[in-house]
Nanobody, 115 residues
Framework: QVQLVESGGGLVQPGGSLRLSCAAS????????MNWYRQAPGKQRELVAA???????NYADSVKGRFTISRDNTKNTVYLQMNSLKPEDTAIYYC?????????WGQGTQVTVSS
């Protein structure tokens, strides 16, 4: 299985940008579909963005046009570029790797959007 470590979270003002990174180790990263989830206080974890091993992408309606998921298989890293951030984007963001029945999660990184 793959081990995941997220980074790049923090405090940003509304309208600002952040880029999250998720570094993977321990397996063949390029064969995994990679996802970013988020969980806000008192809410269920939700899928934000996904990228397949073939680089097909998908986004939650709430982030379309603002967030971009990408991957660099040479660096075993997946990114989430977040622009035009809103207070409702505040959550813990988790990286997830999936291959068949295998699924791995990172520890999460906090994103807070506030003035």
């Amino acid at each position: 299985q793959v081990q995941l470590v997220e980074s790049g979270g923090g405090l940003v003002q509304p309208g600002g940008s952040l880029r999250l990174s998720c570094a993977a180790s321990g397996s063949i990263f390029s064969r995994y579909a990679m996802n970013w989830y988020r969980q806000a206080p008192g809410k269920q974890r939700e899928l934000v963005a996904a990228i397949t091993s073939g680089d097909d992408t998908n986004y939650a309606d709430s982030v379309k046009g603002r967030f971009t998921i990408s991957r660099d298989n040479t660096k075993n890293t997946v990114y989430l570029q977040m622009n035009s951030l809103k207070p409702e984007d505040t959550a813990i963001y988790y990286c997830n790797a999936v291959r068949g029945i295998l699924s791995s999660w990172g520890q999460g990184t906090q994103v807070t959007v506030s003035s």
